[in-house]
């Protein structure tokens, strides 16, 4: 691990517009946000509504149309590079080359964060007894299943030890054992120091996994908190006799009901 | 310059393990080759044909092969497929130069011109065509088409960058086939019709295709074999430049 400050992502006002033949439509609208160091933090929100773009602009995969954001107390605009030397990502579906093996696959990424060919090897062999690949380490990742392409991206992300991982949405499409699996990858790697901020549409998830969480609606923020407080402050506010669910808080913070599902929301790619 | 060749390393792993991609580089420019010395060699007699230079019709008809093995843009394709499938996001996600992403592909494309390149030379050999300019022409020509082959794959890389769409870098790679049509392809310039000769006059294959042909018929001719190397420098460049460019602004 290197230093870190105490503030793992920081972003104010930050929006992402694209301009297009219908106009321009600004997928996020001034997104404020504090991850603390060492946090797992939960970024949740409806399809399309702008979770992937603002991680995509952390990551420094999307040019920021305005705002700021710092991760790993960097600036994300100005430099770059040093950003994605502190960071590891595994994007929403798992980016892997299927005509590798996985230890190809993960020797390559360490020699280009600049490990020699030995040294990249033996992070290889490490990683891969780590999510427990080590049997299909030597067979190309096109005859993987799911979960193991979803562990091996994990992986992949860790090659070098990353202050801030980025995990955007990393058990959709799993079975329920091959995301418990998952799950506990997360906390081992958090709890070795590493701050993991955490897109997804499951509740459930979020409420396991981590610390604090921000829902995202329409490009902007609209609850932030613990878990357990976002529930808290709903009960209070709607004077409910029992503890309300995340899956409450979710809904109560976008607005959905069964008349306002997630398909009215205008979808919005990278 | 290290992260290009291993990224060179791994886009050659890719060929070497897509034979399916690879294979049809070889035999469809044997197969034009055939089929264009089966129908025109009997109109053009070595003996009597002073710009074959004494030998068959085949050995003027070998830089069109050389050239259409040359301008797959395998690579291009490649790439397309890494975007889809999220694996060029994580190259982008890592600390890697843009410059480094673009020339991994442009170095393997070049390494397996050279083999495609030398595959069909030999085959050629094996058939009775001579390379008049020996071994450094040998040399030269195969190089000189694997330099073409970057240029044109540089040129492929644009249009999957700008797109993202298989469909759309298939179909962006069929601009060769009149590039390809509108040289001296079946006869020396000076043969052609002025209009067709004035089109392959501008157009930049021409320079390469005189450059190859002469290789193979001719000894060293600098003077037509070096414009052929011109113009794949300044087009290599400018290839090189432009991709370079667009991925620095892939958003």
Not at chain 1, 48 to 63: D, E, P, Q
Not at chain 2, 162 to 167: E, F, L, M, P, Y
Request: hydrophobic share 50%; net charge negative.
């Amino acid at each position: 691990m290197n230093d870190v400050t105490t503030v793992a992502v920081e972003a104010e006002g930050l929006v992402k517009q694209y301009g297009g033949r219908g106009g321009t439509v600004e997928a996020v609208r001034g997104v404020d946000l504090r991850v603390e160091a060492g946090e797992v933090f939960g970024f949740l929100g409806p399809n399309g509504a702008g979770k992937s773009t603002t991680v995509r602009m952390l990551t420094t995969l999307l040019s920021i149309t305005a705002g700021t954001a710092r991760v790993a107390g960097i600036d994300v605009a100005a430099d770059p590079d040093a950003v994605r030397r502190r960071i590891g990502v595994a994007l929403q579906e798992a980016g892997l080359d299927p005509r590798q093996t996985g230890r190809e696959l993960l020797t390559l990424q360490g020699r280009l964060f600049g490990m020699s060919p030995r040294a990249a090897a033996a992070r290889a062999a490490e990683l891969l007894a780590l999510v427990d690949l080590e049997e299909a380490g030597d067979r190309r990742i096109k005859g993987y299943s799911g979960g193991m392409k979803r562990r091996l991206d994990l992986a992949s992300a860790l090659v070098h030890e990353p202050d801030v991982l980025f995990l955007d949405e990393p058990t959709t499409g799993l079975d329920p054992a091959s995301r418990l699996t998952v799950w506990d990858e997360v906390r081992r790697i958090n709890a070795a120091g590493t701050t993991v901020f955490l897109t997804t549409q499951y509740l459930e998830e979020a409420d396991q996994l981590c610390d604090r969480l921000a829902i995202i609606d329409d490009g902007r923020i609209v609850r932030e908190g613990t878990p357990q407080r976002l529930k808290d402050e709903l009960r209070e506010r709607l004077d409910l006799d029992a503890d309300p669910t995340l899956d409450d808080v979710f809904l109560d913070a976008t607005g959905r009901t069964r008349g306002r599902v997630a398909g009215d929301v205008q979808e919005v790619s990278a | 310059m290290s992260q290009a060749w291993v990224l060179g390393h791994r886009a050659l792993r890719e060929g070497w393990r897509t034979p399916e991609a690879l294979l049809p580089t070889l035999f469809i420019p044997l197969f034009f080759l055939v089929v264009n010395v089966g129908q025109a060699a009997k109109i053009f007699p070595s003996a009597s044909t002073s710009f074959l230079h004494g030998q068959g019709y085949g050995a003027f008809q070998l830089p069109s092969s050389l050239l259409l093995a040359a301008s797959f843009g395998t690579a291009a394709l490649f790439l397309v497929e890494d975007i889809e499938g999220g694996y060029f996001d994580k190259l982008r996600a890592a600390p890697v130069s843009r410059t480094a992403i673009v020339l991994g592909r442009l170095i393997a494309e070049a390494v397996k011109a050279v083999v495609i390149a030398t595959a069909i030379v030999v085959l050629g050999l094996v058939f009775g065509i001579e390379i008049a300019s020996g071994p450094l022409g040998f040399v030269l020509l195969v190089v000189l088409t694997a330099l073409w082959a970057v240029v044109f794959v540089g040129f492929m890389q644009i249009i999957a960058l700008k797109t993202r769409s298989a469909a759309a870098t298939n179909s962006a790679g069929l601009v060769f086939f009149p590039l390809l049509f509108l040289t001296p392809n079946f006869v020396p310039r000076d043969l052609l019709t002025r209009p067709m000769e004035i089109a392959a006059t501008l157009n930049p294959v021409t320079y390469v295709m005189e450059a190859l042909r002469s290789l193979i018929l001719q000894d060293l001719v600098w003077e037509d074999v070096v414009p052929g190397f011109a113009v794949v420098v300044v087009l290599g460049a400018v290839m090189l430049a432009l991709n370079v460019r667009v991925m620095r602004r892939y958003d």
